[in-house]
Structure formats: C-alpha cells, structure tokens
C-alpha cells in the first residue's frame, strides 16, 4: 500500500482531467481513501458511477466536501469563482483545495476570495490532455511523465503545497513551482496561441469557397492535419481559458502577428535570406526539443 | 513482372522525395528497367549508390537525361528553371518530363520554355513528405494512400499524363487532376500557410527572455510540440515554395490574419459567443477529416 495523501478527496468535474485523475488513483491503490466524485451533469455522475471511477457520487459540491481533506476542481475556470463561494463555507479546517485549471493567476482572483481561515489553496496545471471530452475518455497514463506546475500563493503552508506535488507525484507526473504570473505567460506560448491559431485557421478554411472546402478536406497535408488535431478541443475549456489568460494571450498573439507579418513581407519582396533564417531557427528549436525528450 | 512503365527513369534530385521514390519503386520491380540517380551534390550522389538506390548515378543532368524516356525533377522548386534551361536541349523525342514541386504555376512558368517539341511536360505534386532530408530519408511506403495532384498543361498529350497517373498508382498513391491555379490555393491554405504560421511561431518564442524560452522547450504542450514538427522541414525547399505561391499564399495569410485579429479582438473584450463558435466550426473539421480518414 501507498502512502495515504487524503482520508477523503473529492473531484469536483468528472470530464477528461477529472476521471483520468480517478483511472490514475486507480493504479496506485490506497493514496486516496475514499474518493468522492461531483458533477453538475446528472449525465456525467450516473456514467461515472457506471464505470466505477469513485467510491461516492454527489451532484451537489457544498455537501461532497463536507469532512474532505481535499478538493480538486476539474471543470472549466470561468466555472470556478461560482463553485468556490458555494464550497467556501463548508470546507473542513485543515483542508486542502487544488485546482487543475490552464489559467492561474484568474484561478487566484476567482477562488481566494472564498478559501476560509484554516484551508490551504495550492492551485495545480497538469500539462496533459488529448482533445476528448466527458468521464469516458478520461486515461490512467495521461500525466505520467507530464509536468504539473504548482502556483502556490505567498504564505501558502508548506505542507500542503507538499500534499499536493505528493499526489501528482504519485499520479507519475513532474512537478515544479513557480509564481502564476509565470505560469500564465508560459501556458500563453506553448499552449493558448498554438490553440487560438489552430482554432482560427480552421475558420479560415471553413470559409472559403465551398469547392475548395472540401477540396480542403480530401487533401489536408501534414500541416493542415496537425493543425486540426489541437482545434478538435472542448469549446467551453477553451473559451474559458482565453478569457481568464487574455492579458498574457494577448501579449503572445501581438508579438506572433508582428513576427507573421514580418515574414508576409518577406515572402512578398523574396527576402529569402530573411526566411531562411527564421525556418532555421525553427530547426533549431525542434532539435532542442527532442534533446530534452519532449517531441 | 509488373508493366513496364519507364524504359529509362532519371531522378534529379535524392533527397527526401527522390529517394523515396527510388524505395518504392524496388517494391514494384519492372515498373521501371533503369532507374538514373542524378543529383548536384557529389556527397549525395554518393551516399545514394552506397545505398544502391538506383542503376546508374551520374552528375550532369544533361548527361543524366541522354535516352531517357522519363524525367522527374525531385529538387527545391527554386532550382528547376536553371534545370530545365540545362536539360531541355538534351531531352529525347517521346519522353516525359515530370516533377514533384509543391507549387505548381511557377513549375509551369520556369520549366515551360524549356520543354522541346516532342517531349511532353507534365507536373505533379506528391502530397507526401516527413520533416527530413537527404537520400538516407527516403521511405518506400512514404505515397501509400496519399495525394498525388497532377496539373498537365492544357494540350498536354493524354497518354503522357497517363503514364504518370500509372506511375504515381505503381507507388501507392491516389491521383487527381486540377488546374495549376486550383491547386495553389488549395495548398496554400492546407500546406503553407500552416507551415507559414508554424515557423514563425518557433520564432516568436526564441525572441522570448532567455528564462522564458527554456521553459517553452522544457513545458513544450500538446500545442507548440504539434506546431514545432512541421517547423522542422528543410529551409531551402520551404523558401523556395513560399516564394513561388507568392500571390495564393499571401491571400490565404490575408484571410486567417483578418481572422485571428477578430479572435484576439473576441477575446479582449469578452465576446464568448464568437469564440465558442469559432471552435465549434474548428471540431466539426476535425471530425470531417476523421470521417473521410485523413486524420
């Protein structure tokens, strides 16, 4: 048996993070004692309890976390400000509140407010997650390997930041902590722009003329195809994350568009030293990646 | 023994696509009875006899071509015009001269005048091709169920097309006829456009701070991972494809440009509604491609 983290954690949102968080702490028994599932869907609760993902099914978050020693949010961020006031009061003293949400420093601004005196809250981003959705495509071996980046706030117990990197740990995922005004900025490139330009491209093809639309489709490249794959993600996750990191998003989408119409230019006026160079460099940063393992 | 469809093929040209090429056609012995290799870089050419890629390896194009009842220019688009000018004197009444550019209104433009009475021009474009370079790249089975897009000239001699129909169907692909002006669209917005935002998204993040960059590689997402593999491709091929769709590629970064500056807008000022919708469209792509298994 594993070292016991929680007497009773409750998943608040069972969809693609939240049951690939039961399936994980289903491979290392004894972790969690007792874990408690809430969803606001009756849908998603009654087919969690079908696949045996919990010990406890709840719909309502206020009475799921009575007694828990954590709480874990799993649903989209722009949810989270109404869910903490609701849970806020009925968190037990010594409790802990994690999150896995994409965006940190709206996770700070939306929950803090509501944590009481005696609970600890360690914000916590997964870096993992395929484009499916709901309590079926949840996956055991989704984080093993993955880095967790933890965003505790200043004066956060060390003890319970401890608690959770353990969890995350012992979900086989990476942890790190860093401030969530970095985090943001971070998530920003490697994560929301790629998405926000895989998203819009996809429009763009949409739009055009119905006969090259489907021609669009029949011969979709390599680029096109990869492109595709990362558009395919939940739409109300991604709203949400968009609007809750829109300063740093921003930021990222405003450099990007110079740097696009930097190289528009060049391919304009066959500067070809100019886009030799940036291809390059994109080589180069390719390479660094699969030096450290990551592609 | 299949149907002898070359007397005397000549590959300009050995690196990712030329030797695949060279590959799939020793799984389908007798297609063509003497496979030419043909390549400017000694090094190259070299390295394609150790691997015994072809019958015959020689330098000179105009040498290579002697005879020949088929060519296939298999170098970066930028060079063929100079090929071309160089070949056209020594090409043989009845052969075929074909190519695997990704562009083809300029393949029409540079390689056109050069094409002597008698020999039949007929250009096509494998929709195929990983990220590497170089004889030792090639891979047999790379054509398998792909695209090959073929652009004859109006007035092109029919049996010539069908000669590279049946060669391009000898490797595995799938053929399909189209205008060069239709087909520069449609690659322009499935190829390089994507290919376009991918490379300069790798730049953006480089000129990031120092502490920043690192953590782009070492924190790498589904997103920037997915973006940084077509990022990888050779930097004179993709130069030369940018430069010679020019005008189709510039349109389709026109549109996605408008498309993403009204996303980055949507999310400035909170605008759910569009970006809900946006990615809605994006999934039902998705789900397209799915469907009709490109994905």
Redesign the interface.
């Known amino acids: 048996m594993a070292e016991v983290l929680f007497k009773r954690l409750v998943l608040i949102g069972i969809g693609h993070i939240g049951s690939s968080i039961a399936r994980a702490l289903a491979t290392v028994p004894g972790t969690v004692e007792r874990l408690v599932i809430c969803d606001a869907s009756p849908a998603h609760l009654k087919r969690a309890e079908a696949l045996g993902l919990g010990d406890e099914y709840v719909a309502d978050p206020a009475e799921a976390v009575q007694g828990a020693d954590g709480v874990i949010l799993c649903t989209p961020v722009g949810s989270f400000a109404a869910i903490a006031e609701g849970i806020g009061p009925h968190l037990a003293k010594g409790c802990v509140l994690s999150d896995v949400g994409s965006t940190k420093q709206s996770v700070l601004r939306d929950v803090g407010p509501f944590v009481p005196e005696g609970v600890s809250f360690v914000p916590a981003h997964p870096?993992a997650?395929l484009?499916f959705s709901g309590p079926d495509s949840g996956v055991a071996e989704l984080f093993k390997g993955r880095?967790c980046?933890l965003t505790p706030p200043e004066g956060a117990a060390p003890e319970a930041v401890q608690k959770v990197e353990a969890l995350w740990q012992a979900l086989g995922a990476r942890t790190v902590e860093m401030t969530a005004a970095?985090h943001d900025?971070?998530?920003a490139?490697?994560?929301?722009?790629?998405?926000?330009?895989?998203?819009?491209?996809?429009?763009?093809?949409?739009?055009?003329a119905d006969e090259?639309r489907e021609?669009?489709?029949?011969?979709?490249?390599?680029?096109?195809?990869?492109?595709?794959?990362?558009?395919?993600?939940?739409?109300?996750m991604?709203?949400d994350i968009?609007?809750n990191n829109?300063d740093a998003?921003?930021e990222?989408?405003a450099?990007?568009?110079e740097?696009?119409?930097t190289?528009?230019r060049a391919?304009?006026w066959?500067d070809?030293a100019y886009?030799?160079d940036?291809?390059?460099?994109?080589?180069?940063?390719?390479?660094?990646?699969i030096d450290?393992k990551?592609?």
Chains 1, 2 share one sequence.
């Open positions: 870096m997650g484009e880095w980046l970095h900025r971070v998530v490139i490697v994560s929301h722009l790629p998405h926000l330009i895989a998203f819009t491209i996809c429009g763009t093809a949409d739009d055009l090259t021609e669009v489709l029949e011969f979709a490249a390599g680029g096109f195809r990869d492109f595709t794959r990362i558009a395919a993600s939940d739409p109300v991604w709203r968009f609007i829109k998003l921003l990222m989408f450099r990007f568009s740097d696009a119409q190289m528009a391919v304009r066959g070809t886009i030799e940036k291809i390059n460099r994109s080589r180069k940063i390719r390479k660094s990646l450290i990551q592609a």
